[in-house]
């Protein structure tokens, strides 16, 4: 079964940058797309941005567009989230988790869609936007 494990959360500044890792055990990152979703306190679960198991095709929910980037090293077996312009209302605990169905802005944000097609939940690595 697949493992996901995030890194690279921290307390950074507004305007900051952080990259965050998601990292498979064993084989097989290669046959998921994987999502970035985060939760921050007080708030409903947020989907962030999914890339296809291929790494050619990425979307991303409006919020973090233009800052955030996603993308995936398959030979390392790691997604990564580079964060930009980091502002206070990212402050979240990060999540990655793998997808059975197709990336795209309704896996996202369905929330029927991301309880049934999302899975192997990481733990989550808490980012901190505040001077």
């Known amino acids: 079964q697949l493992q996901l494990v995030e890194s690279g959360g921290a307390l950074v500044q507004p305007g900051g940058s952080l990259r965050l890792s998601c990292a498979a055990s064993?084989?097989?990152?290669?046959?998921?797309?994987i999502g970035w979703f985060r939760q921050a306190p007080g708030k409903e679960h947020e989907g962030v941005s999914c890339?296809?198991?291929?790494?050619?095709?990425?979307n991303y929910v409006d919020s973090v567009k233009g800052r955030f980037t996603i993308s995936r090293d398959n030979a390392k077996n790691t997604v990564y989230l580079q964060s930009n312009s980091l502002k206070p209302e990212d402050t979240a605990v990060y999540y990655c988790a793998a997808l059975i169905g197709q990336c795209n802005i309704g896996a996202l944000t369905n929330t029927a869609r991301t309880i049934t097609e999302f899975g192997s939940w990481g733990q989550g690595t808490q980012v901190t936007v505040s001077s």
């Open positions: 064993g084989s097989g990152l290669d046959h998921y797309a």
């Open positions: 890339i296809s198991s291929d790494g050619a095709s990425t």
